[in-house]
C-alpha cells in the first residue's frame, strides 16, 4: 500500500466471497517513502470458510541466493491475530516455508522479521489474513497491513 515500487513488488487484496473485505485507513509506515496507508479487514464470527487475505509478492534480481523478510504491523486497526505465511516459487506451484502467527497489538508500530530464505531466483510472496477463531486477546479482532519488506543478496 502506499509505497514506491520499481516494479519487482506487488500488493494484491483479494476480499472474501462473504464477510469483510480489505478497507483503507492509516496507521501504516511512513520510512522509505511510504505514505502510512493500510488496509485493515476481519473474521467479526471467526467462521468465514475463506477469510480476506492480502498478498506481497516479489521478483528477486536473478542471482540474487537468499531473501531476508519482514513486515510492518500498523498503529490503527491492528487487534487480531494474523498469519503470515512465506512462500518461495511460482505463484500456481510454489511451497509454504514459513508460517508465522502473530498478535498484532503486541507488534503494532513495528517491523515483524519472518526470516532468511533461499530464493534461487525463485518469487516470493507473504500473505496475511486473520486466523479464525484464535484463543486468547485479539480474537476475531481486525488486522492490519501496511508494508513488507525483501532484501536480497
Known amino acids: 500500500m502506499g509505497c514506491p515500487s520499481d516494479g519487482s513488488e506487488t500488493v494484491t487484496p483479494d476480499n472474501a466471497l462473504t ?3 480489505w478497507m483503507p485507513a492509516g496507521g501504516g509506515w511512513t520510512g522509505n ?3 502510512g496507508s493500510t488496509l ?3 473474521d467479526p464470527n471467526g467462521n468465514q470458510a475463506a477469510p480476506s487475505i492480502l498478498t506481497w509478492a516479489f521478483s528477486p534480481a536473478v542471482g540474487v541466493s537468499r531473501c531476508t523478510l519482514a513486515v ?6 491492528a487487534l487480531g ?3 503470515y505465511s512465506v512462500t518461495i516459487g511460482p505463484p500456481a506451484t510454489g511451497r509454504i516455508v514459513a508460517a508465522v502467527l502473530v498478535r498484532q497489538a503486541a507488534a503494532s508500530g513495528q517491523w515483524l522479521p519472518l526470516g532468511t530464505f533461499p ?3 525463485s518469487p516470493l510472496e507473504i500473505t496475511t489474513a486473520p486466523v479464525p477463531g484464535a484463543p486468547g486477546p485479539g480474537h476475531h479482532g481486525a488486522i492490519a497491513a501496511s508494508a513488507a519488506s525483501a532484501r536480497c543478496t
Open 119 to 121: 530464493v534461487s531466483d
Open 19 to 21: 464477510g469483510p473485505g
Open 33 to 35: 517513502g511510504c505514505d
Open 72 to 77: 510492518f504491523v500498523p498503529t490503527q486497526n
Open 81 to 83: 491475530v494474523s498469519d
Open 40 to 42: 485493515w479487514t476481519m
